[in-house]
């Protein structure tokens, strides 16, 4: 029989667990839904923290003055020799103004910044404060400073030009007297040879003559500038006394020096690209880094007044290197132009001598023209005593830069967003438990047989109960105790008081009906159980013996467990009313002991073990007693369609379940939604299929009505469907 049963089950089609199927996008709205609240609070959370950091939070506002750096005209010849370096001057600056003395005479402890604006010659200085107009009159003043700073060097700078461009002048017009002289005797003489002019060779001389001169004079004006920097320097050095500051920075600037010379001359041999020529730029590059960190190390010290000369040493390695540089060049172009004369013997003879000199007499009429012109021009700006760089754009107000309000609302908003999804991901991740049918049947392999909803609005009036009770004259649970409220509560979602529109009664026929569409593999003994107390049981119990016994089936609900019995109490018997156990016990037929409560329905109260016989027998031994246990549902069978069990927890009191379930019984298996935990669900199947019990399906109880997976139209459509008669019950 056991085997044909088994065969038959597996015939049964509608109940069956489906195919897997792909994941439906849908539930993942659905499972944000159900945690919708750590979302919601997560958002609020964050807003809370942004709004409470906005309050918090001080001011802070930025001024910023635009200043240009003019290009240097006036201190060359033919182009500006001083590297364009605006970088290295903004540093040098920027040093300058950080420096203790200037903080302390701006009365300003911030960090004063410098920053380029793209690729021109325009550089910002920005001051940031908690007043706006400190702000705008603390940056303005340092502009000031600054200006003031730059026009001393540049009048020092103006002055050592001054003395180059004279002793030029000088040079250049002792120059063109020597060459007229030369050019005189050589028209005079007869020695020398005859041989014809090469007008070609003349003038690739005459070239690199002029450029070798060229290079000289670039060389010297920038190391007049040089010098004129270096005595600011040691001006600087008689107030700092910075013995403890030169070994250092003198040994890197050495070698930044021969790393440099090193450089220049890999590059008249080599490209750009070779590797020689990279690895001197890396060397030194990182020499410039060293030397950068030691000279602002003294800025560090409070009260030290050496940031000023920190920045004039820093612009003195620059233009130190390009002096170097252009000496080096100078000296090749003096090499390359001796060198070809003597590989062109023919340079000696008359007429190319002739045409040489007067090459030489134009360079340097030329060059002592560009002079004095230049020094006019010098001993101008010098009287101006203007500075190398002007203000284009003053600080006329602060703008708020901290706390920007609009981004920082905008960044705690995806914060919150993100933070809310990763709690709702989080909780749905720890939470093991079974929430929706399809989740159930996964677990279980089990069909889904019955889905009862949890609505408040669905239970009977709760004066209608305590009414109920007060009538059953002494019955039951007495007083306005804890048990009778608790009872209350129990009888405002039983059959006995819900409305019989109600969607939990209309769940409970669906349930009705599909045991007995497979009364055949069913039978007429269901055994109810759960894992832990208070997953429903009881209630599925009673409620499913009410709806079948209201369509008409004679039902005996029988209470098996024996250690929480509940069934005598729910229908108003007292706890000493005879039962299950004193059947077993004596040995007795159970018509005695039934108890007829409403039509069709009897019920089998659980009873009560003596204290005597409690010595020798406990519930487990009573229902595992499967001879007396199978007579007595043999003998109600014969008189009811169906006998429903209602069992301890399989999860807990495992030995009784197993044993009555062993007996033919079907096992509904209850299961609450949200608090029944899956490693609990597995280890009751597994409890129960050892035993070979036969699970008909699965039951969910307390399952949320607006779980649009289980219930797709909303409880107001339900409602408008059957008419107010729904609303009756609140009467």
């Not at 003597?342 to 002079?371: C, F, T």
């Not at 069913?522 to 832990?532: D, P, R, Y």
Request: with cysteine; hydrophobic share 40%.
């Amino acid at each position: 029989m056991k085997e044909e049963k088994k065969e038959e089950k597996q015939e049964v089609v509608y109940i069956a667990a489906p195919p897997e199927q792909e994941t439906d996008p849908r539930q993942y709205f659905r499972a944000f839904w159900r945690r919708k609240f750590y979302f919601l609070v997560s958002i609020l959370v964050v807003f809370a923290a942004t709004v409470g950091y906005l309050m918090r939070a001080k001011p802070v506002y930025e001024a910023k003055v635009a200043i240009m750096v003019e290009k240097n005209t006036n201190m060359t010849i033919v182009e500006a020799i001083k590297p364009d370096n605006i970088d290295t001057d903004i540093e040098a600056k920027r040093i300058y103004l950080n420096s203790p003395t200037i903080k302390k005479s701006l009365a300003y402890s911030g960090e004063i910044k410098i920053t380029k604006r793209g690729v021109s010659n325009i550089f910002e200085l920005s001051v940031t404060g908690g007043e706006p107009g400190k702000a705008t009159e603390t940056a303005n003043k340092a502009t000031s400073i600054l200006l003031k700073s730059d026009s001393e060097k540049r009048k020092m700078e103006l002055e050592a030009v001054l003395e180059f461009l004279t002793s030029q002048t000088e040079k250049f017009n002792e120059e063109v007297r020597n060459k007229k002289e030369e050019l005189a005797k050589i028209m005079q003489g007869e020695d020398l040879s005859s041989e014809p002019q090469d007008s070609g060779l003349v003038q690739a001389f005459s070239k690199k003559k002029e450029e070798a001169t060229k290079a000289g004079i670039e060389a010297g004006l920038a190391e007049a500038q040089l010098q004129a920097l270096r005595k600011r320097i040691e001006q600087r050095r008689t107030v700092v006394a910075d013995a403890k500051l030169t070994p250092q920075v003198e040994d890197l600037r050495k070698r930044l020096y021969q790393e440099q010379n090193e450089l220049s001359d890999a590059l008249n041999r080599y490209t750009e690209e070779h590797p020689t020529v990279l690895r001197l730029k890396e060397k030194i590059a990182s020499t410039q880094r060293q030397l950068k960190t030691e000279q602002e190390r003294f800025s560090q010290t409070e009260g030290d007044p050496i940031s000023e000369l920190n920045s004039l040493l820093l612009e003195e390695t620059q233009l130190d290197i390009s002096v170097q540089t252009l000496k080096q060049k100078e000296k090749i172009l003096k090499g390359l132009a001796e060198k070809f004369m003597n590989d062109h013997p023919a340079m000696g003879a008359k007429d190319s001598l002739i045409s040489q000199i007067k090459g030489e007499e134009e360079i340097a009429r030329s060059y002592l023209s560009q002079l004095q012109t230049r020094y006019a021009d010098v001993s101008i700006e010098k009287e101006l005593k203007s500075s190398g760089m002007s203000v284009i754009s003053p600080a006329d107000h602060a703008a708020l830069v901290r706390p920007k309000k609009k981004l920082v609302l905008l960044i705690g908003g995806i914060l919150g967003i993100f933070l809310g999804l990763g709690a709702v991901v989080f909780a749905e991740f720890l939470d093991s438990t079974v929430r929706t049918s399809e989740q159930a049947r996964e677990l279980t392999g089990l069909p889904v047989v019955g889905v009862i909803p949890d609505i408040a609005l669905e239970a009977a009036p709760h004066r209608k109960v305590m009414r109920a009770l007060s009538d059953r004259n002494g019955r039951g649970k007495n007083g306005n105790g804890n048990g009778k409220e608790e009872l209350a509560a129990f009888l405002e979602k039983s059959m006995l008081f819900l409305n019989p529109k109600s969607r939990v009664a209309e769940a409970y026929r669906s349930l009705a009906a599909a045991l007995r569409a497979n009364r055949e593999i069913v039978g007429n003994v269901v055994l109810i159980t759960s894992s832990l107390p208070g997953e429903g049981k009881t209630t599925t119990a009673v409620n499913l013996a009410v709806t079948l016994a209201r369509s008409g089936s004679r039902v005996v609900l029988v209470d098996a467990d024996l250690h929480r019995p509940r069934i005598h109490e729910i229908f108003g018997f007292p706890g000493s009313t005879p039962g299950l156990a004193e059947m077993i016990l004596k040995e007795e037929e159970p018509s005695s002991f039934l108890r007829k409560v409403v039509d069709n329905l009897s019920i089998l109260c659980a009873g009560k073990i003596s204290d005597e016989d409690s010595l020798n027998f406990g519930p487990s031994d009573l229902l595992s007693n499967q001879r007396l246990m199978a007579k007595i549902i043999s003998s109600l069978k014969e008189e009811f369609d169906y006998v429903i069990l209602d069992c301890p927890p399989a999860g807990l009191i495992t030995s009784e379940t197993v044993s009555l379930a062993q007996l033919g019984a079907s096992v509904l298996f209850v299961l609450r939604t949200g608090s029944t935990k899956s490693s609990m669900i597995k280890k009751t199947k597994e409890n129960l299929e050892t035993a070979g019990a036969n699970i008909f399906g699965v039951v969910l109880t307390f399952v949320n009505a607006k779980n649009k997976e289980e219930y797709p139209y909303s409880y107001a459509k339900y409602n408008s469907y059957y008419g107010s008669d729904v609303d009756d019950r609140r009467s």
